[in-house]
């Protein structure tokens, strides 16, 4: 078999390419991302010459347009970037952990945790910016998540089964609680009218500088723990006889989705679909290998989360969409799409 | 037999009499209070002529008080709208007891306890239909969509809550306030391009608009200044929220209106705008032709005086810095 031709993981599963050519696709994929990234400079909702863009970056001066360049769209792409990211390797954990292919994030409570600590920020607290909520979003997210590992973990060890219900049952009592904060504060109601449609407008760079400490420490243990996952998708005992702890590298990735999640939805707010359907792409590429499942969702989901904003900003012109009313839009039907062919990617 | 047949009289008597007494005020009122026919979006509704006990619920609270006026009973107004009423004012709707906090939320029981002998209600239609027949069986009950033109609604308001005295020394100051605007900067209005600007509370991160309602309708309208308004049958311009980065086209506008406080400083939603750099580097604001206008309401003709105020101290500054 040549490293071109695809080759049959084990009986039941989709066919999957060899490393060469998962190692090309990572690079087509590298270079659509790079793409985008270029386009999310240029295009927006004001025409800007490329000549402009390019002075904006490189000889920069106190032009309105060059503004234009360096205070929006310059941040946004970048936030675009750094919490796709984050969302993807979320997602890609997530589905690893709880051995669920159509987990996201926020089935571990995280989106709950951070919308009620934000609806608490605003509304009892009267914080108004997102500078200010962001901590209050962070924290929620890793105090539910925390408090959702606690619940899921029973004398046997942790249950994926148990962790995912404790997390749609926590999830269903912060979003009762939240709504009641809501509906009894206007301002509250407000803020989370905007925070809850997901968006990376406004948002400037500065506010990833407190998060991607933390990301940069999840992304190390997403790395370290892709070996270990990969031996538990076959069980824990099996993963155990091969010398894997899978409480430590459930609770270890547990950590890193949650700072993950946690810090991606604290600066752009919920996101749909993102976390759900790239790691679900990835492993339909790849096949059930976690590291280069992280590795494909860590490029793919900046693809969709960039992709979406950009289409966010010309559709509706002169006004704009929130990038997770896009992903929800594109996402929705690739995912029945993906869910309904005939071979669906196990884990 | 006789003895209680008499007894029965004078129980029957003394239960006359003291029907007679309760009921005195109430029959005696009812039968002596003149009363009038006025219209409203809920049609023609016989009204005291001059009532003792109005209830006001939604937006007919700040204008009838601005008039003049003093219900009894009120729906609640946000924070930021009793910081810009006088304090007068403010002492009379505080005076007044609270029946909740919005229109659709009225404590009825509170409401009736309160007898009122009319109530005046602004609200959407689809809150006051689930509320109509409650309200009416409590009191006349008079109801304006929020689609009523101000100055109709004003009038209506004043005549059904019988403070036209209020309103007409209000409207003959209005009339004489916009005819010396007009005057007073004939070439500017006729010559220039202005824009008005907003940014609200709930407006998303990262976006303002142009703003086409609100007090900018009495500057286009009643003194005839030109500012962009849509096109006929669209959604008003203000529903729509722009980028940031779309504050650059402004720079095709002679002058900005934009939103400041009592005291001129930039209204807190609106803060973010002024601080961006595209903002500074517009041509009308670093030619100080970006002009803060204070707005406290536009649904009564006191708020709106004070606006006109406001506008015409900001005109003034106008060809001094051209």
């Known amino acids: ?347 | 037999m006789t003895t209680t047949r008499l007894l029965t009289a004078a129980l029957l008597g003394a239960a006359l009499v003291l029907s007679a007494c309760g009921g005195d005020g109430d029959d005696a009122g009812e039968t002596t209070v003149a009363t009038r026919t006025v219209t409203a979006d809920n049609g023609t509704v016989e009204v005291p002529a001059d009532p003792q006990r109005v209830v006001t619920i939604g937006n007919t609270t700040l204008p009838l008080i601005d008039m003049g006026g003093a219900p009894v009973g009120v729906t609640d107004v946000t924070a930021s709208e009793l910081s810009l009423i006088p304090e007068q004012q403010k002492a009379t709707f505080q005076a007044a007891t609270s029946l909740g906090s919005s229109g659709d939320q009225v404590d009825m029981e509170k409401l009736a306890a309160l007898k009122p002998d009319l109530i005046l209600a602004q609200l959407p239609d689809s809150e006051f239909e689930q509320i109509a027949k409650q309200l009416d069986s409590i009191a006349p009950t008079l109801f304006w969509g929020l689609d009523v033109e101000w100055k109709t609604f004003a009038g209506a308001l004043a005549e059904a809550g019988n403070v036209t005295d209020g309103l007409s020394g209000q409207q003959a100051a209005f009339t004489a306030k916009i005819a010396t605007i007009q005057q007073t900067y004939a070439t500017l209005i006729k010559d220039t391009s202005f824009v008005n600007v907003d940014r609200w509370a709930s407006s998303d991160p990262g976006t303002f608009s142009i703003a086409d309602f609100g007090c900018v309708e009495i500057a286009q309208g009643d003194i005839g200044m030109t500012f962009p308004e849509a096109a006929a049958g669209a959604d008003p311009l203000g529903w729509t929220s722009l980028p940031f980065e779309q504050i650059a086209g402004l720079s095709k506008y002679d002058v900005i209106t934009y939103p400041v406080d009592a005291a001129g400083r930039p209204t807190e939603p609106f803060a973010p705008v002024v601080a961006t750099n595209t903002w500074k580097a517009l041509p009308a604001v670093q030619s100080g032709r970006a002009l803060g206008v204070f707005c406290p309401g536009n649904n009564s003709y006191g708020p709106v005086l004070r606006y006109l105020d406001s506008l015409d101290a900001a005109l003034a500054t106008l060809p001094a810095k051209e």
């Open chain 1, 1 to 347: 078999m040549t490293a071109l031709a695809l080759r049959r993981d084990d009986p039941g599963t989709v066919p999957v390419p060899g490393s060469r050519r998962r190692s090309i696709g990572l690079a087509v994929a590298l270079g659509t991302l790079l793409l985008l990234l270029v386009l999310s400079v240029m295009v927006g909702s004001t025409a800007i010459a490329p000549s402009v863009v390019w002075d904006a970056l490189f000889h920069p001066a106190a032009d309105i347009d060059q503004f234009a360049i360096r205070d929006y769209r310059l941040p946004r792409t970048v936030v675009g970037l750094v919490v796709g990211v984050a969302l993807g390797v979320a997602g890609a954990l997530n589905q690893a952990v709880t051995r669920n292919p159509l987990a996201d994030p926020g089935i571990l409570g995280v989106h709950a945790g951070a919308s009620f600590a934000v609806t608490v920020a605003v509304g009892l607290f009267g914080i108004r910016d997102i500078g200010g909520y962001l901590w209050f979003a962070f924290a929620g997210a890793l105090i539910v998540t925390l408090m959702v590992l606690a619940l899921g973990s029973t004398r046997q060890g942790q249950s994926p089964v148990v962790m995912v219900l404790a997390g749609v049952c926590v999830g269903a009592v912060l979003r009762g609680a939240g709504s009641a904060l809501e509906l009894t504060n206007p301002a509250a109601f407000d803020a989370m009218r905007s925070w809850n449609a997901g968006s990376i407008v406004g948002r400037p760079v500065d506010l990833l500088w407190p998060v991607l400490p933390f990301f940069a420490v999840a992304l190390v243990l997403a790395v370290a723990v892709s070996g270990p996952l990969d031996a538990m998708a076959l069980g824990d005992e099996l993963a155990a006889a091969q010398g894997v702890r899978p409480a430590v590298t459930r609770i270890l990735a547990i950590v890193a989705l949650t700072l993950l999640a946690g810090g991606g939805t604290a600066i752009a707010g919920p996101i749909a679909f993102v976390g759900l359907m790239v790691p679900h792409v990835a492993r339909w590429i790849v096949g059930p290998h976690q590291r280069w499942i992280f590795a494909y969702s860590l490029l793919l989901a900046p693809i969709l989360l960039l992709a979406s904003d950009i289409l966010g900003r010309v559709v509706m012109h002169p006004s704009e969409i929130p990038v997770g009313v896009v992903t929800a839009f594109v996402g929705a039907p690739v995912l029945i799409a993906l869910v309904r062919r005939s071979k669906a990617s196990g884990l």
